[in-house]
């Protein structure tokens, strides 16, 4: 088994893929990483839309730039976030760790006030901004478990998501779409992108001892 530098720097933004589908099995593992992933306060302010019906996704591709990936995918993951964190949310949340964890009911009540004291005093979009930062933790997980099972992935901003939003109805559901995750399989004849060297910023750069 490969270790987690490897499978990173195996993985790359992929342009163009076959087309060849998922298993099942396959698929599950990566939406369980984002599952586990770990979030502020564990209120995990987002959701998985899984997308592997052919016909939604070339209704999406116009939306998205018209990026082949998004058609050649097997599935194409829209991570969707909270477009507010309400009480009843954050209730929600506290109510359902209490019963897995079968604790007593004002268990976690500091958290659960500092919850709703913390974003109430935000604006919708400053609750939108950190929604996707959240969500952005399991995409990076996502990703990384799509490496370990030589699947391979693109991450794209690159859509309309009041268009996104409008054709998946997310509003009826209080969400915002934020990003889309396109898994699959390289076209290893046709992808441009497939020789190109691997590159980022010096190290020195990027990192800073103190």
């Known amino acids: 088994m490969k270790n987690i530098i490897e499978l990173l720097t195996w993985r790359y933004a992929t342009k163009k893929m076959t087309g060849e589908k998922i298993s099942s099995e396959q698929i599950n593992n990566i939406l369980e990483a984002a599952h586990l992933a770990p979030s502020g306060i564990g209120l995990q302010p987002y959701e998985i839309i899984v997308i592997s019906n052919p016909e939604i996704k070339k209704r999406i591709l116009p939306i998205a730039m018209n990026q082949a990936q998004i058609t050649e995918s097997s599935h194409l993951l829209v991570f969707a976030v909270w477009d507010e964190y309400t009480k009843e949310r ?71 998501p009041m268009a996104l939003d409008e054709f998946l109805k997310l509003s009826s559901k209080g969400l915002r779409s934020s990003m889309l995750l396109a898994l699959g399989y390289r076209d290893q004849e046709n992808d441009w992108n497939l020789e190109n060297k691997k590159v980022r910023k010096p190290f020195e750069e990027f990192v800073t001892f103190i």
């Open 90 to 160: 954050i209730d929600h949340v506290f109510d359902h760790l209490i019963v897995k964890q079968n604790k007593k009911p004002d268990s976690y009540a500091h958290q659960r006030s500092f919850a709703k004291t913390f974003f109430g005093n935000m604006s919708l979009e400053e609750n939108f901004h950190h929604a996707a930062k959240q969500a952005n933790i399991a995409l990076g997980l996502a990703i990384v478990a799509a490496a370990s099972e030589g699947i391979d992935s693109t991450p794209m901003e690159g859509f309309d």
